[in-house]
T-cell receptor, first 114, second 115 residues
Framework: GESVGLHLPTLSVQEGDNSIINCAYS??????FIWYKQESGKGPQFIID?????DKRQGQRVTVLLNKTVKHLSLQIAATQPGDSAVYFC?????????????FGAGTRLAVHP | DSGVTQTPKHLITATGQRVTLRCSPR?????VYWYQQSLDQGLQFLIQ???????AKGNILERFSAQQFPDLHSELNLSSLELGDSALYFC??????????????FGPGTRLTVL
């Protein structure tokens, strides 16, 4: 399928290593954050989310860290596998005016090498 | 598979034409969102419908319109198409209208090519 974001920053890792993908968000009022994974030719797939009253949340092989002081979000993937190769987007929900509008980051391409 | 379906998967048309993209939300979801993704841009929110009513608008051009039908499926209409409208168009759905933690689940997208 056609690549999304041909000029995205790329993180290259070896299979089995841990990956850390970073994201800076824009709105200090945002209270909900989500990480999505997008494989080539597919729609964004929900990975994990976190509310602003937390600073860490763990899922299966993934951990999201939130630092509200510097408006920074990170996604950690443990024991990265070839199937993790994709573009990863962070999204914030400022929930302004009562509307559920996600603001997406530019994305980071994760390339996993055997 | 998110449970959100979109048709068609691919659409090729000419400048000046009009097309309609269709989306069926996940069973039980009342909100539908439309996003545009260009090659050099991230996902841009276009519009949200909740239970048939327009709920929120984003960066949607006046040439574009959408609606949500009683059976909750939604259509995005793009008219007077320009070359720059070529993009991936995604639909997402969620349960509620505006819950801050109301997760949006995305469909597979429609790739629009305007020649």
């Amino acid at each position: 399928g056609e690549s999304v974001g041909l000029h995205l920053p790329t993180l290259s890792v070896q299979e089995g290593d841990n990956s850390i993908i970073n994201c800076a968000y824009s709105n200090s009022a945002s209270d909900y954050f989500i990480w999505y994974k997008q494989e080539s030719g597919k729609g964004p797939q929900f990975i994990i989310d976190i509310r602003s009253n937390m600073d860490k949340r763990q899922g299966q092989r993934v951990t999201v860290l939130l630092n509200k002081t510097v408006k920074h979000l990170s996604l950690q993937i443990a024991a990265t596998q070839p199937g993790d190769s994709a573009v990863y987007f962070c999204a914030e929900n400022p929930f302004s005016g009562g509307y559920n509008k996600l603001i997406f980051g530019a994305g980071t391409r994760l390339a996993v090498h055997p | 598979d998110s449970g959100v379906t979109q048709t068609p998967k691919h659409l090729i048309t000419a400048t000046g034409q009009r097309v309609t993209l269709r989306c069926s939300p996940r069973s039980g979801d009342l909100s539908v969102y439309w996003y545009q993704q260009s090659l050099d841009q991230g996902l841009q929110f276009l519009i949200q419908y909740y239970n048939g009513e327009e709920r929120a608008k984003g960066n949607i051009l006046e040439r574009f319109s959408a609606q949500q039908f009683p059976d909750l499926h939604s259509e995005l209409n793009l008219s007077s198409l320009e070359l720059g409208d070529s993009a991936l168009y995604f639909c997402a759905s969620s349960v509620g209208p505006a819950g801050a933690t109301d997760t949006q689940y995305f469909g597979p997208g429609t790739r629009l090519t305007v020649l």
